[in-house]
């Protein structure tokens, strides 16, 4: 009845005026976030982006990093890493140490061939979850998340989240053995495994790439069945000093190729070598039994 009268008495083109304004107040593009209700301690706080490959999870306390202001502006993060390892992955497995939020997994997932798989490791638990979110968004199937740091052994060490002025380091987060003294800075215990541990034997890697801010020798140490065995393309963005390097990944036949990714160094095995190594490594151990 009040509807009716309303209609007789005001006007259409005024009644049409009102509803826009209505609608413009009450519709929104984006949620409004003035004051956040969440816990700290439970609930995630993260916004949703994309660029050309998919959508990302970003961790809000993490929104000031340079991997996290890339993908808000619709841009690439690494973009030379990416594409070159898309392009090297041929019918292998890729290894993906320091996930983050995930930045580099929809690019990677669709490069692998259909049997091949994702090895991705993302100790810090808030980028872990983002990571686990980002592989929802883009519906990700040929992806293994681990929420665990690479190492030489299994274990368990601290990770140092913050800097010194209580800014969180995000995708720069640091690995420190238990008896660090880093222990005010955010620090949290975050289990170690080795990737000869996690990948099975039957698995035929074609790419590792590590990106753990200064643990990478640590991580290699703990692959070195899997590079003996499959002498996959290695990307790294610390290279460990260079006697490590050449007495237990150059005398397998790696060399530094010359490119560099940004920050990241690759070196590229020489299969006849690697194979001639392996074939004398052979005869040794058949001499000696």
């Known amino acids: 009845m009040i509807k009716k009268l309303i209609k007789i008495v005001i006007p259409a083109p005024i009644t049409d005026f009102v509803k826009k304004i209505r609608w413009g107040y009450g519709y929104r593009s984006k949620a409004k976030l003035s004051k956040p209700y969440y816990s700290s301690n439970n609930t995630l706080s ?43 992955c041929g019918q292998g497995d890729i290894v993906h140490a320091g996930t983050f939020y995930g930045d580099f997994l929809p690019a990677l997932s669709a ?86 541990e996690i990948l099975p034997e039957d698995r035929q890697v074609s790419v590792i790439q590590l990106d753990v801010e200064g643990y990478e020798k640590q991580a290699l140490a703990g692959a070195m069945k899997t590079i003996q065995r499959c002498l996959p393309i290695i990307i790294l963005e610390t290279v460990p000093e260079d006697s490590w390097m050449s007495e237990n990944i150059l005398s397998l036949g790696y060399s530094f190729n010359g490119k560099v990714l940004g920050i990241n160094k690759v070196f590229e095995p020489d299969h ?15 001499k000696a039994g």
Request: overall charge positive; hydrophobic content about 35%.
């Open 46 to 88: 993260c916004t949703i982006a994309y660029n050309k490959f998919g959508g990302y999870c970003i961790p809000r306390s993490s929104i000031h990093r340079p991997a996290a202001q890339k993908i808000l502006k619709g841009d690439i993060h690494e973009k030379e890493t990416i594409e070159f390892m898309t392009s090297k």
């Open 111 to 196: 490069a692998c061939s259909p049997t091949a798989k994702v090895w991705a490791f993302e100790p810090n638990p808030e980028s872990y979850r983002c990571a686990s979110i980002t592989i929802m968004i883009n519906n990700l199937s040929n992806i293994n998340l681990i929420n665990a740091g690479l190492g030489s052994t299994k274990n368990f060490a601290t990770l140092v989240t913050k800097d010194h002025r209580g800014v969180n380091l995000g995708g720069g987060s640091t690995i420190q053995e238990l008896n660090s003294s880093e222990v005010d800075r955010g620090a949290i215990t975050v289990p170690i495994v080795t990737l000869d």
């Open 272 to 286: 006849d070598t690697a194979l001639e190594k392996k074939s004398t490594q052979v005869l040794k151990v058949d």
